[in-house]
Nanobody, 121 residues
Framework: QVQLVESGGGLVQPGGSLRLSCAAS????????MGWYRQAPGKQRELVAR???????NYADSVKGRFTISRDNAKNTVYLQMNSLKPEDTAVYYC???????????????WGQGTQVTVSS
């Protein structure tokens, strides 16, 4: 199972930027569809952005035009660049690797431990 470690969270003022990183342990990182999710207090975890092994991306409507997901397969890392941050972006952000199957071979997905992002003046 791939292990994921997030970093880059912190406290930022409204309108500011942060870049989250998620480092994966597996050399097969490139086959996984990777995603960033977030969970605010009292709310369900929600998808923020997702990137396939081929580089196709999709975003939650609330972050379109402000957040960018990218990946560097040579570094086994996925990133989330967050610009124009708003207080409502405050949440714990989690990295996810989706389960991958090809034929009879499957690789289980996993979650990172989360990193706190707080947007406040």
């Amino acid at each position: 199972q791939v292990q994921l470690v997030e970093s880059g969270g912190g406290l930022v003022q409204p309108g500011g930027s942060l870049r989250l990183s998620c480092a994966a342990s597996a050399s097969i990182f490139s086959i996984f569809t990777m995603g960033w999710y977030r969970q605010a207090p009292g709310k369900q975890r929600e998808l923020v952005a997702r990137i396939t092994s081929g580089g196709s991306t999709n975003y939650a409507d609330s972050v379109k035009g402000r957040f960018t997901i990218s990946r560097d397969n040579a570094k086994n890392t996925v990133y989330l660049q967050m610009n124009s941050l708003k207080p409502e972006d405050t949440a714990v952000y989690y990295c996810n690797a989706e389960r991958y199957c090809r034929g009879n071979v499957c690789y289980e997905g996993s979650w990172g431990q989360g990193t706190q992002v707080t947007v406040s003046s």
